[in-house]
């Protein structure tokens, strides 16, 4: 069963760019989460879409979006890219919602450098 | 922002020791898990523990779970090289399913 799987391993913007990040989650998996990993900052959650809908959002500014497509993968797009959204962009997916106890499956992520 | 504390935030032991972290965390929670990190690549599910239970074993690992306390214990036992990983633990509360993780412990085995 293949796992999480995120394109691009490596993306490198400027400051103001806009940079869009992919995210297949396991089959079967309709949940999709995603996080950041940021130097200093530790893992934060970002967003979580489940059958199409955003469902939760974590503290980060609207350049910040994304969506969830009808075969459950994502994409995560950051608009006016700052020096300081360089992190690993970690996705993560499971099959059930809602408070299943179910752990999440995470993907090798995508780093984010911005110059 | 995180939701509590692993402790201690770095590990070095030698081959064959056991290696044992801990967690201490804020709100009521679903469950804890605890993950794995080698050098910034993605997490690895190691272990879920509900928050009704106390105990739970996985091979070479033992989780304990103190809601009283807010804490928990992740114990390795028998260290290999290939544990060298930064761990964490996460709770999963009951704010819609995120994940609210620690700072981590980064774990050194030694051969």
């Known amino acids: 069963e293949a796992g999480v799987t995120q394109s691009p391993t490596h993306l490198i913007k400027t400051r103001g760019q806009q940079a869009t990040l992919r995210c297949s989650p396991i089959s079967g998996h309709t949940s999709v989460y995603w996080y950041q990993q940021a130097l200093g900052l530790g893992l934060q959650f970002l967003l979580w879409y489940d059958e199409g809908e955003e469902r939760n959002r974590g503290n980060f500014p609207p350049r910040f979006s994304g969506r969830q497509f009808p075969n459950y993968s994502s994409e995560l797009n950051v608009n006016a890219l700052e020096l300081e959204d360089s992190a690993l962009y970690l996705c993560?997916?499971?099959?059930?919602?809602?408070?299943?106890?179910?752990?999440?499956?995470f993907g090798d992520g995508t780093r984010l450098s911005i110059l | 922002s995180q939701q509590g504390e692993e402790d201690p935030q770095a590990l070095s032991i030698q081959e064959g020791e056991n290696a044992t972290m801990n967690c201490s965390y804020k709100?009521?929670?679903?469950?804890l898990q605890w993950y794995r990190q080698n050098s910034g690549r993605g997490l690895v599910h190691l272990i879920l523990i509900r928050s009704n239970e106390r105990e739970k074993h996985s091979g070479r690992l033992r989780v304990t779970l103190d809601t009283s306390k807010k804490s928990s214990s992740l114990l390795i036992t028998a260290s290999r090289a290939a544990d060298t990983a930064s761990y964490f633990c996460?709770?999963?509360?009951?704010?819609?399913?995120?994940?609210?993780f620690g700072g981590g412990t980064r774990v050194l085995v030694k051969p």
């Open positions: 709100t009521s929670i679903n469950n």
């Open positions: 996460a709770t999963d509360g009951a704010a819609g399913n995120k994940l609210t």
């Open positions: 993560a997916s499971t099959w059930v919602a809602w408070g299943s106890n179910q752990p999440q499956h």
